[in-house]
């Protein structure tokens, strides 16, 4: 386990399971941004998951580094799947009209494994 | 749930990332004293996230100052700087506007359909001031 910018990067099997902390900065957003992309090239899984279920504002900063993630990802050949958003958090975001790119919203740990399984079992 | 806390005003001086999130912070504490909901308490909290990073970015720097509104059925936020301006107000609380990443767009559109009312008072060379307000839901008001 990694601390990035005050978040966890777990690795498991073929992926990589990412949790930001409460409360991240901007600039702490920007450190795990780069610290996740960093660690996947390094790491070379087929797979992402971001837990978001620490995050308690997602503002369009934070909305539109997500999306940063999940696209770059997406580039590098990389499935995102994002799991634990608040309902508040998810409410909101849809209220403001911010929406975090390419990423497979699960309901729990367990699908979005079995997602990404899938996804580079079919590929 | 605690005593409506009329005197109470919290202001939060924003001069760094940080602050931006002990405003929102604050605000949801202090929206929660009040009975706000959790769901309002987020909106809230996102709201002030959207106009204290304007004040920080575009404004360099300001002062956000939380309390219960006057007439007593809700929250008031006024977040103020003291930067260049906003020269096309209109223009700017346009979602989307302008293009470039970082923008004030979506921040503004989207924090002013946050909240209950929302009025933004900018002059070129003066500063910015944006005041904000939640009303409680009828049930829970005193």
Redesign the interface.
């Known amino acids: 386990m990694e601390e990035a910018g005050g978040a966890s990067i777990l690795k498991i099997e073929d992926f990589l399971i990412a949790t930001p902390q409460e409360?991240m900065?901007?600039?702490?957003a920007i450190q795990f941004k780069d610290e996740l992309l960093r660690r996947l090239k390094e790491t070379k899984v087929s797979g992402l998951v971001m837990n978001l279920g620490r995050i308690?504002?997602?503002?369009?900063?934070m909305g539109?580094t997500i999306g940063e993630i999940a696209n770059s990802a997406n580039l590098m050949g990389v499935e995102v799947a994002i799991i634990g958003l608040?309902?508040?958090?998810a409410?909101?975001m849809v209220?403001?009209?911010?929406s975090l790119g390419n990423v497979h919203p699960l309901l729990n740990l367990d699908l979005a494994l079995e997602f990404l399984r899938n996804q580079r079992g079919g590929a | 749930m605690t005593e409506f806390p009329e005197e109470g005003v919290v202001e939060v001086e924003i001069r760094e990332d940080f602050d931006i999130i002990t405003a929102r912070a604050r605000a949801r504490v202090f929206a929660e004293s009040l009975g706000f909901g959790i769901v309002d308490q987020t909106r809230i909290a996102t709201a002030v996230s959207e106009i204290a990073r304007n004040a920080l970015t575009h404004g360099g720097g300001g002062k956000a100052i939380i309390r219960a509104s006057k007439d007593k059925k809700g929250l008031e936020i006024e977040i103020v700087d003291e930067g260049p301006g906003i020269p096309n107000l209109d223009r700017a609380m346009e979602r989307g506007f302008p293009s470039k990443p970082g923008g004030l767009g979506l921040g503004l559109a989207g924090a002013k359909r946050l909240m209950d009312e929302f009025h933004i008072e900018s002059k070129p060379g003066v500063g910015t001031k944006v005041t904000m307000r939640k009303r409680l839901p009828s049930r829970i008001r005193r």
Do not use: Q, W
């Open positions: 409360a900065h901007d600039l702490a308690d504002v997602v503002d369009s900063f539109r608040r309902p508040d958090v409410i909101t209220e403001m009209g911010i």
